[in-house]
């Protein structure tokens, strides 16, 4: 059976929910982070690196996120959640599908870890570590940011989801930056669309059900 290797607290929520959507049946085997956030060594037995989501089905493990959707898509999916090819939809969902990870979440992440290495940091250092990555954050992290919740404010002006006006598994791919910038980013000032988009996703009763399956899940609340 397609087995789901799940972090609790991290992006392999979404593979549950994109399984959810599909009604595809499958199973969960829990993980959760260490103290120090890290997933737990054991992950290491599914893949070398020990990160989540890993998926496991027919023989295969195949890890990263975008991966797995595009794997799920194509080995589950029967043509539903993608766009027909060679139309403008598919290509916007190409896009988003590859943006989430290679272009939004490594400011996130970025932004998560100069917020958490000064309250990390020794004591007598902790000053300067601050300093550091307050001014990181000044001059690099947060105007990119900014930057980009302006991209998704202006193309969800155009239509309700972000591979045009059909839900799609690019906005579960998309949905994780989003409850990420609206935990830590500031997404809630000045960026309706967006938000809606949140309450839209949060909404689904397969979102629902995923969150039921996933375990305590904070992220962007």
């Known amino acids: 059976m397609l087995t789901v290797h799940h972090l609790n607290n991290s992006r392999s929520q ?6 959810e ?14 103290s120090d956030l890290r997933a737990p060594a054991e992950l290491r037995a599914i893949h070398p690196l020990g990160k989540s989501p890993v998926l496991t089905d027919a023989g295969n493990t195949i890890a990263e996120s975008g991966a797995i959707v595009e794997y799920i898509i194509d080995s589950h999916g029967d043509g539903r959640l993608i766009p027909p090819s060679k139309t403008p939809e598919r290509l916007r969902y190409t896009y988003w599908l590859h943006y989430a990870e290679g272009s939004a979440m490594p400011l996130l992440l970025l932004k998560l870890l100069f917020g958490l290495m000064p309250k990390r940091a020794p004591a007598l250092l902790r000053p300067v570590v601050r300093k ?5 954050l000044t001059a690099l992290v947060n105007p990119q940011l900014r930057q980009h919740m302006a991209f998704w404010e202006q193309e969800l002006s155009k239509s309700q989801w972000f ?19 609206a935990a830590r980013a500031g997404l809630e000032q000045g960026h309706p669309n967006a938000m809606a988009y949140l309450d839209r996703i949060h909404a689904r009763p ?12 904070t992220v962007g609340r």
């Open 21 to 34: 959507e599909l009604g595809v049946s499958y199973q969960v085997v829990h993980y959760q982070r260490q």
């Open 206 to 217: 397969a979102y629902r059900r995923a969150l039921e399956k996933g375990g305590p899940y």
């Open 132 to 136: 550091v990555c307050n001014q990181a």
């Open 14 to 19: 979404r593979v549950l929910w994109l399984l």
């Open 163 to 181: 591979a045009g006006d059909e839900f799609t598994a690019a906005d579960i791919q998309m949905s994780f930056p989003l409850e990420a910038a």
